[in-house]
């Protein structure tokens, strides 16, 4: 079935017809909404606001972009609200903003030795931290980009900004990055698969 | 043949395997010549590959199947019903198309003005007449928190507070109470000239700080709908933004070949 053909059976009042469009993106939503918060829980809220969200406005759905990009776009504004009403909520009467320490716990995997799974929840530590270190934006545009896999103009379509601009703002990005973990190298054995 | 700045114009598209055609062959040839390049590229490469090594959990498939029930039973309750969650999302739009309107005016703003000039880093014979370099790069820093402190106070009250309506404003008026104070101290301090536009923002700030910190404790909504109107009409959000972008662009190469950082164009 077609996203259109979908959507026209929502509009008519039926649930499982919505159900299928959960099913089909709920895992890219809730990926991308874990990607730009680093934490599962506040994914999880997340994803449930955005189809909440979809459901009440699916009207205004028309059918040029595709579905799943238009659940993106949801996603990404559900994430900066997010964002901005967590920050709001860590500041203090005097201004100042509470320091927090929201570093993810990470576990190994079954079956690694102590060391390595030491090792791999440091790494992970590392590269949560330095995603941390990006502007909402600039995490918006790396994720959809390196996790999400959407090419740079899908990107640009969903966050309505130019090419050209998504393009600066993910090389600011690696940059970022790059600086955040400069202290892994190749030595240390990281090597795209 | 290529130079150095378009080349590194094109690491991105080529990271993610975008790049095609004779552009790729050209960025070949370059990368193969040019040990900067090459080096360059290839750093940005390992980075890339470090965070493929990201793990997420997920939910479960039974995990999945309570997110539906959870889900279907909000769809149920009725449109009527609205949740506080979904609450906070909707008065989020308007701040969203907004701040979209105010681009152009601020981007007129941002030609003005030389981008990428860091904030924290001062030039040859710009400096204040008593600051030190270290005092300078700790005021600057003072100036951007206050900024980022100012940014998150506003959205709390552009989007109409992220907390229960019945506590009123209490919480923001105490908060900008405490900026106001801040604001004036750093106008006093922030004299050099590269400062000027840092200073004028702050002050900008301070007057709607101080209309907020002002207003009637009785929930006094029009006013409150003038303080919005005035910093969605001014555009403080995005300048608050664009300041922070400038204050974040990384210093201009010492390699002479590449076109300045400072040249492209601004978000
Ligand atoms: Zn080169």
Redesign the pocket.
């Given at each position: 079935m077609t996203d259109q053909e979908l959507v026209r059976r929502v509009r008519e009042g039926d649930l499982a017809a919505f159900r299928t469009i959960v099913d089909q993106n709920k895992l890219a939503v809730f990926r991308l909404a874990y990607d730009m918060t680093g934490n599962r829980q506040d994914a999880e809220d997340i994803s449930q606001e955005v189809f909440v969200k979809a459901y009440r406005s699916l009207e205004r759905f028309r059918g040029e972009a595709k579905l799943s990009s238009w659940l993106y776009r949801i996603t990404v504004n559900a994430c900066h609200d997010h964002h901005s009403r967590k920050r709001w909520n860590a500041m203090r009467p005097d201004g100042q903003m509470e320091e927090r320490d929201e570093t993810p716990m990470f576990h190994g995997h079954a079956g690694d030795d102590p060391e390595t799974a030491a090792e791999r929840t440091m790494m992970q530590g590392h590269i949560e931290a330095a995603l941390e270190r990006l502007t909402p934006r600039e995490r918006a545009v790396f994720t959809l980009r390196h996790y999400q896999d959407l090419s740079l103009r899908e990107i640009a379509g969903i966050l309505k900004i130019s090419e050209g601009t998504v393009k600066s703002m993910l090389f600011r990005a690696l940059k970022r990055l790059q600086k955040e973990l400069q202290f892994y190298r190749k030595d240390l054995g990281v090597q795209r698969p | 043949m290529m130079t150095?700045w378009e080349?590194e114009q094109l690491f991105v598209e080529a990271l993610y395997g975008e790049l095609t055609g004779p552009r790729r062959h050209q960025f070949d040839d370059?990368l193969a010549g040019?040990e900067?390049?090459r080096g360059a590229f290839q750093r940005l490469a390992e980075v890339s590959a470090l965070m493929d090594h990201r793990e997420r959990s997920e939910p479960t498939a039974a995990e999945w199947t309570a997110f539906w029930n959870e889900l279907e039973d909000r769809l149920t309750a009725g449109a009527k019903t609205e949740t506080p969650r979904n609450s906070i999302l909707d008065r989020l739009r308007p701040v969203h198309i907004s701040w979209a309107a105010g681009i152009a005016a601020v981007v007129l703003v941002a030609f003005g003005i030389v981008i990428g000039q860091r904030v924290g880093v001062p030039t040859d014979g710009d400096l204040g007449t008593h600051f030190s370099t270290a005092e300078k790069i700790l005021l600057n820093e003072r100036a951007l928190n206050y900024l980022e402190r100012s940014k998150v106070l506003l959205l709390g009250v552009v989007n109409g507070g992220f907390v229960e309506p019945t506590s009123g404003l209490a919480r923001e008026q105490e908060i900008s109470r405490s900026l106001v104070t801040e604001a004036a101290n750093l106008r006093q301090e922030l004299t050099a000239a590269d400062e000027q536009r840092l200073k004028q923002l702050i002050a900008e700030l301070e007057v709607i700080l101080l209309q907020l910190a002002n207003l009637e404790q009785t929930a006094d909504i029009p006013a409150l709908e003038i303080i919005r109107g005035g910093v969605e009409r001014q555009g403080l959000l995005l300048k608050i933004n664009l300041e922070q972008m400038r204050a974040q662009a990384p210093p201009v190469p010492a390699d002479t070949a590449r076109k300045p950082t400072t040249e492209r164009k601004p978000i």
């Open positions: - | 150095h080349c370059h040019c900067d390049c």
